[in-house]
C-alpha cells in the first residue's frame, strides 16, 4: 500500500527546504559541490560493490548490452562523476543572475532576473551518474530535488545518493534539499505527480511508455526527454572521407547513448561509391546492418529493414541505412521518423546545408560533425540534467540556465497607471 | 456527439500551415498585421453589432459587472486591438534570431537560434480582444493558433476571428494558419488536448476550474494563465500620501483585470494613521471594504473578512484589508494566500524593500508602483498572451519572445568524438 501522506510530507519538506537552498550563497554551494566530489572518490569501493549488485541482477534477467553498459560504474566512470562535480563548482551560479533591464518612458526600472525553478522530479532509468549529475546541478542553482531511479539501479543510485547527502549536509545545504526514492513500486511515481503546488517541474529521462505515462498522468509541467533516433544524411555533396568518419563515430564510438546514430541516409549518387566500404566498416565493427532494397543491392551482409527499424532507437550495434533521392527526401524522412533529438547533414555545399539546418525541426542540427556532441559537457555548459526533446522551456543538453526560472523585480517611485 | 475525426484534421492542418508560416518573411506577416488592424476599424460596426448579442445575453444572465465590463467591445476598444496589432508590426522578429554563439575547443561553432514553438492552443473566457491580440502574437512569431473563447463572447469571437483571417489570407499567410473553434461543447476541449505531436503548447487563461482541468487532462505542455491574486504591502517607512496613491490606483483603475489589487496590508505602526482615511476614500469610490478586526477596529463601514476573503479574487469593487506586524508577516501572508501573480511593498526602507523583493516568489515584485503595470505593453513588450503565473518557459506578461523556443545549429568540419 502506498502512504500518500507520507509522500504528501516528502514533497511539503522538499518545498521548505528549497526555500532555504534559494537563499544560500554561491560559496558554500560551491564548497560543498568539491567536497561531494571528493567523498564519492573517498567511497568508491562501497559504490562499486553495491554496483556489483545491480550488474549481477541485470545479469541474471538477461538485459541488453546497451543497459548493462549504462549501469556500469568503474573507478573512472567515479571519477568522471566526482570531476563533473567539481567542475559545476566553477560555473557561474545563474541564480539572482540580471538577464535584461529596461527603463520605460514613465521612470519604472524592470529588472528580469533568474531564480531558482524550486522543487524538480527527476524520473529516469538505468544510468547512476545521472543521481550525481542531476544532484550537483540542483544544487548550484538552489532548486530542491527528488529522484525516482530505476529499479534496475536502486543500490548503485542509494549507494551514491547517500554519500552526496551526507556531504551536502555536512557543508551546510538545507536537509532535505535532494531526496531518493528508494521503494520501486510505480504507483509511488503516480502519487509524487499529482502534487502541483509541491513538486514545481518533472522531467522525465527514459524509453516511450514512461514518457507517455508521466505526460498522460502528470499535473505538474513536464519537460521530456525522450528516445534519440538520430540520423546521419550523406549528401551527394559530401567529402565521402568525412561522412566515413563522421558516420562511423556517431554509431560505434558508444552507441548505448541516446546522442548516437541510428540511421544513416544517403544520396543515390553516392551510394555505389560510399556504401560498399562504409558497411564493411561497420560490420568489421561488429555493427548489425538493416537496410532498404537499394543499400542491399550495393553493400554485402545487409538485413532487410522493416518499416518499423526507421522509428527504432537501438543503443546498440544496430544501424538502418536507406538511399534517399535527396535532401528533401532526407529532411521528409528525419521529420517523420526521428525524435527531434540531433541529425546531422555531411555536405560541402552551403545552400544544402542551411537548407537541412532550417527545415529539420530537431534540438540539434549538425553540419559535417558526429551527432554524438549533443552533450552538456561538449555544448560548454558543464553536465546536463540530460537532453530535452521538448520545445517548452528548454531544448536540447539542459543545464544550469535551463533549471531557472525569473522573476520581474521592477523598481518604482510611486508610479500609478493612467 | 464530438467529431474526434474533425479535431485531429483541423490539428493536423493547423500543423502542416505551422511549418510554411515558420519560413513567411517578416515583411509579409508585418504588412499583414497592419492590413489586419485596418479590417477591424473598417469592420467595427459589424463587431460591435455582434458584440451586443453576447452583451444581451450576459445581461440576462446576470453576469457580474466585472465580467460585462470584460466583454464589451467599444470603437475605443476595437481602435486600441487594432493599434495592438500595428504595434506588433514594428517589433522585431523573433524568428531566426540568434541568441548566443559559442566557439568551442575543437572548433564546432554552436549557435543558439530562436524558432517559433509550432501549434498553440489557447483557451480563454471573456475578454474578446483576447483574440485578435492572439492572433497578432502568434502569427508575427510564425506559431499556428487554435482559439478556443469562452460561450458568453462567442458571438464577439466569431466576427473578429473571421475579419482577422480574411486578411490574413488575403496577405498571403498560410490558410488555416489560425483557427477559431465555433463549437462550445466542452468535450471538444479533452479532445484538443490529447493531440500531442500536433499541438505544441496549450495556454489556458482564466479561473481555478478551468486551469485545474485543463492541467489534469493535457497531454500537451500547459502554461497556466491563472488568477491575480495581487497585494500591497504599506511597510512602517511608505510615504503614506504615495502609499494612498498606488493602493487607490492599483484598486480601483480597473477592478476587472488580474493584476488589480485585492488585498491590502499595512504596517501596525502606520495603521492608524493611514487607514481612516485610505478606506474613506475607497468607500467613497464605491470600494466595498472587509477587513481584520484591527482594520474594523481603525477605520468606519469596514465587514469582517472571513478566511476566504484572503484567497479571493474579486475581480471587482470589493478588497481585503489586514493589519500585519511587518514584512515577515507580510510576506507570509502573500506566500500563503496569494496567486504568485504580482504583488508590491510601498517603503523608503531599501533593505526592507530588497527583502520583500527577494522573498516574495512572484511573477512581478514591485517597490513603490502599482501592480496594474504587469501587463505586456507596460513592460515594453508590445501585446501579450497573458500572464503567466507559471515558472516553466514564461513567467509574467507573455510576449513575441516567450512565444519562440530555440534549437541548437551546429556548424563543423569533420569533429568527431574522442
Redesign the interface.
Known amino acids: 500500500m502506498i502512504n500518500g501522506a507520507a509522500i504528501r510530507d516528502l514533497c511539503r519538506r522538499a518545498k521548505s527546504a528549497s526555500r532555504k537552498l534559494a537563499?544560500v550563497d554561491t560559496k558554500t554551494k560551491d564548497r560543498a559541490l568539491v567536497a561531494m566530489g571528493k567523498a564519492l572518490i573517498a567511497n568508491a569501493p562501497y559504490i562499486t560493490g553495491q554496483n556489483r549488485k545491480d550488474l549481477g541482477l541485470a545479469r541474471r534477467k538477461g538485459l541488453s548490452f546497451a543497459l548493462i553498459d549504462r549501469l556500469t560504474l568503474s573507478d573512472d566512470r567515479i571519477r568522471a562523476m566526482a570531476r563533473s562535480l567539481s567542475d559545476m563548482a566553477g560555473l557561474r551560479d545563474p541564480v539572482g543572475e540580471t538577464i535584461e533591464t529596461?527603463r520605460?518612458p514613465n521612470g519604472?526600472l524592470?529588472k528580469k532576473v533568474r531564480?531558482p525553478?524550486?522543487v524538480i522530479l527527476i524520473i529516469y532509468e538505468s544510468r547512476p551518474n545521472v543521481t550525481s549529475d542531476c544532484v550537483g546541478l540542483c544544487l548550484k542553482s538552489s532548486n530542491g530535488l527528488i529522484l525516482r531511479g530505476g529499479s534496475e539501479a536502486v543500490n548503485s543510485n542509494t549507494a551514491i545518493f547517500d554519500v552526496l547527502n551526507k556531504e551536502a549536509v555536512r557543508c551546510g545545504l538545507p536537509r532535505d534539499s535532494i531526496s531518493l526514492i528508494r521503494d520501486t513500486d510505480r504507483r509511488i511515481v503516480d502519487e509524487l505527480l499529482v502534487q502541483?503546488g509541491l513538486i514545481?517541474?518533472v522531467i522525465p529521462r527514459g524509453g516511450e511508455s514512461l514518457i507517455k505515462e508521466v505526460?498522460?498522468k502528470s499535473?505538474i509541467?513536464?519537460?521530456k526527454h525522450y528516445k534519440g533516433v538520430c540520423h546521419t544524411y550523406v549528401d551527394e555533396a559530401a567529402?565521402l572521407k568525412?561522412a566515413e568518419?563522421?558516420c562511423?563515430?556517431?554509431k560505434v564510438?558508444?552507441p548505448g547513448v541516446c546522442n548516437a546514430m541510428e540511421t544513416m541516409l544517403v544520396h543515390e549518387k553516392v551510394a555505389a561509391k560510399f556504401l560498399p566500404d562504409m558497411v564493411r566498416r561497420f560490420r568489421e565493427a561488429g555493427v548489425e546492418v538493416r537496410g532498404c532494397p537499394a543499400t542491399r543491392r550495393l553493400a554485402a551482409g545487409v538485413k532487410q529493414a522493416s518499416e518499423s527499424d526507421w522509428y527504432t532507437e537501438y543503443l546498440d550495434l544496430v544501424l538502418s541505412v536507406k538511399v534517399v533521392g535527396g535532401v528533401d527526401e532526407a529532411v521528409g524522412h528525419i521529420m517523420k521518423y526521428g525524435s527531434y533529438h540531433s541529425d546531422a547533414i555531411v555536405t560541402k555545399n552551403k545552400k544544402t546545408a542551411e537548407k537541412f539546418?532550417?527545415e529539420v525541426?530537431?534540438?540539434?542540427?549538425?553540419?559535417?560533425?558526429?551527432t554524438?556532441?549533443?552533450d552538456g559537457a561538449?555544448?560548454?555548459k558543464g553536465a546536463e540534467m540530460g537532453i530535452s526533446t521538448?520545445?517548452?522551456?528548454a531544448?536540447?543538453p539542459m543545464g544550469l540556465e535551463e533549471l531557472t526560472?525569473?522573476?520581474?523585480?521592477?523598481?518604482?517611485?510611486?508610479?500609478?497607471?493612467r
Open positions: 537563499i529596461r520605460r519604472l524592470i531564480v525553478i524550486g502541483e514545481d517541474l505526460s498522460k499535473r509541467p513536464v519537460i567529402d568525412m568518419e563522421i562511423y563515430n556517431a564510438q558508444r539546418l532550417g525541426d530537431s534540438a540539434c542540427v549538425y553540419v559535417n560533425a558526429s554524438r556532441f549533443t561538449q555544448f560548454g521538448d520545445k517548452i522551456h531544448r536540447g526560472s525569473y522573476k520581474y523585480v521592477v523598481y518604482g517611485k510611486g508610479q500609478i497607471r
